[in-house]
């Protein structure tokens, strides 16, 4: 018997039809749900440029990090936010090297998403620093203090470079990506404005045989760059943590762990925003279909059992290992005065995923929304239980305490998503949401000769 | 301006007759013609004789100018031009330095890889002439421009028509 493939596209769609229903969002007069949305998420943008305003303005201090625990939201958040961006680059890059041709139509928004979630969570080190108007020290560049050089042997430089290199590769792949459909919407343009901005999008792509070929090679090669840049970049961020002596963060578990983690909380972060692109915009259903929201339900799931198994094995070594330093980190974790944020992590992130066993949970659009933004919150715990409960106790008993959280933790964590969701919703509506160059040679993908399926 | 050439351009409805097409320009002994379609056709390079693309190779030697890059800026700072002694470790320390080597080998062959593209299609390309505007969406075309051997509009014509094309039609491009 063979098995049959389900189809990627529904709807016996034509390529005039793909052109149309991609375009369509970006042609039409914005809807007003929409409209509601994106006024939404700048209001919280706007609130979110106040926050950071006044951190730059009055200091570091309007936060809570102090002794012992130095560092607080913004790190936390910086690696939520960067390990969501990684999902994309695992759908649009590692995927694609595998020939997974579900992932298509998902790539491209995706691909947004690591681009927005990147830049939201690089301003977090930059801010974290204090003084970023000093950041570009950060660079190695000659100067007249010596020359004084950037210290090459600390992960935080690694970071800089991880975080700068894959922001850029990702946007440069994304938008390699994003050139073809440029220039289909240029063509398809009805009035000048249009056309001279998609025009000048496009950059002058015209499609021929030869281009292909070239263009079919750099996608090729963007991809297989950009999957051992993914796997290098969360590894260092887990860096920041580990190369130091801290109990809970020295462990060489942490790159694998990491690398899970991120690409469990950004499927998380994929489904959220694809259910709702799907209430939003009808005629995306026919091409990020239930098969897809599947079979990211089922990625979600077994990340989150790698996180799990993650979780229990730190505490099976902090045991073994005999030391008890280790072994009184990880006991306090659980049953410390922040034990209560340790539980809410392991509900979310192993326990509430165990309902994508049943097919029916993960077909149910309600419920992989419910299920995902768990997750979203679990990860956030996750980089939270790491990094305060590994800081508030460590060898000496004098120098315990609390992080004293403030509004303004509060403010920057809430605000973040303002910053994300405003350039989302705008991607939504300026940009082809599906890769229309990439669906047309996958239309024909389950169904035979005639059409049917 | 002078880098567009005047030409003849078939549009085809199909992916099938366009590959058909292609091949039979091919055939016909054209060598300079294009082909454009929205979205890369599988079967099409072979159809139209094009060969494996060159780009590879940029990358490659990017990548290996990146590593060194990368090798020599840590180096340099750290062992040569202003070698401080941090907690003990080796001035020149290869293991910590692999991070960015690493970093600036991709980033290196990431952006010439891109550059080479730009440079191998043409691109940016400000406003070139448009034969049809569905060319990017849903129709296909084969374009012979008018230096090409064996240059015969009537000829050429005839055997667009015979090979199923919807328009045949002058222009430039």
Same mark, same amino acid.
């Given at each position: 018997m063979m098995m049959k493939r389900s189809p990627l596209v529904l709807g016996n769609k034509t390529l005039k039809d793909v052109s149309d229903d991609i375009c369509a969002p970006v042609e039409r007069f914005p809807s007003k749900g929409w409209v509601g949305l994106f006024l939404g998420a700048k209001t919280l943008l706007l609130f979110y440029i106040a926050i950071l305003a006044s951190v730059v303005g009055i200091g570091i201090g309007l936060l809570g990090v102090n002794s012992p625990v130095f560092w607080g939201t913004m790190i936390v958040t910086f690696v939520f936010w960067i390990g969501i961006g990684h999902a994309g680059t695992l759908i649009s890059a590692v995927l694609f090297l595998f020939r997974q041709k579900w992932r298509t139509s998902v790539a491209r928004t995706a691909e947004a998403m690591t681009v927005f979630a990147v830049m939201t969570a690089g301003l977090f080190p930059l801010l974290h620093t204090g003084?970023? !108007? &000093? *950041? +570009?020290? &950060?660079f190695p560049y000659p100067n007249q203090r010596g020359p004084l050089w950037v210290n090459f042997r600390s992960p935080l430089l690694w970071d800089v470079f991880a975080v700068s290199t894959y922001a850029t590769v990702s946007m440069v792949f994304w938008y390699i990506g994003l050139v073809p459909d440029f220039a289909t919407i240029k063509d398809r343009a009805k009035n000048k404005l249009r056309r001279t901005l998609y025009g000048a999008l496009s950059l002058g792509w015209r499609g021929t045989a030869r281009n292909w070929s070239h263009y079919e090679m750099v996608y090729l090669i963007l991809a297989g760059l950009s999957t051992p840049l993914v796997l290098s970049v969360h590894t260092i961020v887990s860096f920041d943590f580990a190369v130091s002596n801290l109990p809970g963060w020295h462990t060489t578990i942490f790159p694998p762990y990491f690398v899970a983690g991120a690409i469990f909380s950004g499927f998380a972060m994929v489904v959220t925003l694809m259910t709702l692109v799907r209430i939003g915009f009808k005629e995306f259903q026919n091409y990020v279909t239930l098969d897809h929201m599947e079979v990211m339900n089922k990625i979600i799931m077994t990340t989150g059992m790698l996180v799990g198994y993650a979780y229990a094995s730190e505490f099976f070594i902090a045991w073994y290992s005999g030391n008890q330093y280790e072994r009184f980190v990880f006991v306090n974790r659980a049953f410390g005065p922040y034990g209560w944020s340790y539980w809410m992590m392991v509900t979310c992130n192993v326990l509430i995923p165990q309902l994508f066993w049943f097919k029916k949970m993960r077909r149910s659009i309600p419920v992989m929304f419910v299920v995902s933004i768990f997750v979203n919150i679990g990860m956030w715990f996750e980089r939270f239980v790491i990094t305060v409960t590994s800081l508030h106790r460590d060898f000496l008993p004098s120098s315990w305490g609390m992080y004293?959280?403030? !509004?303004f933790d509060t403010g920057v964590l809430v605000g973040s998503f303002g910053m994300f969701l405003t350039l989302f919703l705008l991607y939504l509506r300026l940009f082809p949401a599906v890769s229309i160059a990439e669906v047309k040679p996958v &239309?024909?993908?389950? +169904? *035979?000769e005639k059409g049917g399926h | 301006m002078a880098k567009y050439t005047k030409g003849i351009a078939g549009i085809w409805d199909d992916e099938h007759m366009i590959l058909k097409a292609a091949r039979k320009t091919r055939e016909a002994g054209f060598t300079k013609f294009e082909a454009i379609s929205s979205y890369p056709i599988h079967g099409m390079e072979e159809a139209c004789g094009i060969k494996r693309s060159w780009i590879p190779y940029v990358t490659f030697v990017a990548g290996v100018v990146g590593l060194t890059c990368g090798l020599l800026l840590t180096w340099w700072t750290s062992a040569v031009n202003w070698a401080i002694n941090v907690g003990g470790k080796p001035f020149f320390s290869l293991p910590a330095f692999i991070p960015i080597m690493f970093e600036l080998t991709i980033l290196f062959a990431a952006l010439a890889s891109v550059g080479a593209l730009f440079y191998a299609c043409g691109i940016p390309r400000i406003d070139p002439p448009v034969i049809d505007p569905d060319l990017s969406s849903h129709k296909f075309a084969i374009f012979v421009p008018q230096?090409?051997?064996?240059?015969?509009e009537a000829k050429i014509e005839k055997m667009f028509k015979e090979l199923g094309a919807t328009d045949v039609k002058k222009t430039e491009y």
């Open positions: 003084r970023p !108007w &000093l *950041d +570009y020290w &950060l004293a959280w403030s !509004w &239309l024909h993908v389950g +169904y *035979d | 230096n090409d051997v064996g240059y015969d």
